[in-house]
């Protein structure tokens, strides 16, 4: 495959990604912290990783969301979900290191 054409690809396939997550949390009004995180333009390895430092955050800002459960590849997960005042407020708390990741730390505390 000529590299222009994937490299297109893969930018038409970040965007994708990013906008179905946020018109996710705009259908259902919430959304685990991994989905929250994909919609503020963070690839999905990233986004992990951030998720999992919000997590540690989301107790110490006494946020608790919503137990839930996450289909996912045929089975089933539990999980919690977090409206987009709730991810503010643990994003408040965070503090990254990276500059990618700073950036979405700003669209996760605007985005509420």
Do not use: D, W
């Amino acid at each position: 495959m000529i590299s222009a054409n994937r490299t297109r690809r893969a930018i038409l396939r970040a965007r994708r990604t990013q906008h179905q997550a946020a018109a996710k949390i705009r259908r259902q009004g919430t959304g685990t912290l991994a989905t929250h995180c994909l919609a503020a333009g963070l690839p999905v390895r990233e986004a992990r990783s951030v998720a999992g430092s919000l997590r540690k955050n989301a107790t110490k800002a006494g946020v608790t969301g919503t137990p839930s459960v996450s289909y996912t590849h045929g089975r089933a997960r539990q999980c919690t979900r977090y409206t987009p005042a709730e991810v503010a407020r643990i994003a408040v708390i965070y503090r990254p290191r990276k500059p990618q990741f700073k950036a979405a730390r700003a669209r996760l505390t605007l985005a509420a």
